[in-house]
């Protein structure tokens, strides 16, 4: 099992900046791929962005290219997202979740019923 902690969530202004960050404790020595993902009022879960086990593969939702950055440290068993020029329309509940991908250090999925273990979420606020 894996157990994973969001944190650096809160409110912010329009055109703002927030880092998020993932950390994981448990069976951490397996190598996972990591997404992260949001849930507004009223909508479905949408993947944010995803990353490999080895930082080399990341993949972005169009509405976040150029805006945020996924990275992550292993050596911490952390993944950070970092977001810049927030917009009202990224306010949302933030979860991190992960994947087992058995070995294959460039793997990530964008799809949310692809990821075995999620965080409970962390509330980022956008005001206009």
């Known amino acids: 099992q894996v157990q994973l902690v969001e944190s650096g969530g809160g409110l912010v202004q329009a055109g703002g900046s927030l880092r998020l960050s993932c950390a994981a404790s448990?069976?951490?020595?397996?190598?996972?791929?990591t997404g992260w993902f949001r849930q507004a009022p009223g909508k479905e879960r949408e993947f944010v962005a995803a990353?490999?086990?080895?930082?080399?593969?990341?993949r972005y939702k169009d509405s976040v290219k150029g805006r945020f950055t996924i990275s992550r440290d292993n050596a911490k068993n952390t993944v950070y997202l970092q977001m810049n020029t927030l917009k009202p329309e990224d306010t949302a509940v933030y979860y991190c979740?992960?994947?087992?991908?058995?070995?294959?250090?460039?793997?990530?999925?964008?799809?949310?019923?692809?990821?075995?273990?999620w965080g409970q979420g962390t509330q980022v606020t956008v005001s206009s």
């Open positions: 448990g069976r951490t020595f397996t190598i996972y791929a």
């Open positions: 990353i490999s086990y080895s930082g080399g593969n990341t």
């Open positions: 979740a992960v994947l087992r991908t058995y070995g294959d250090n460039w793997y990530v999925s964008l799809h949310p019923g692809s990821y075995e273990h």
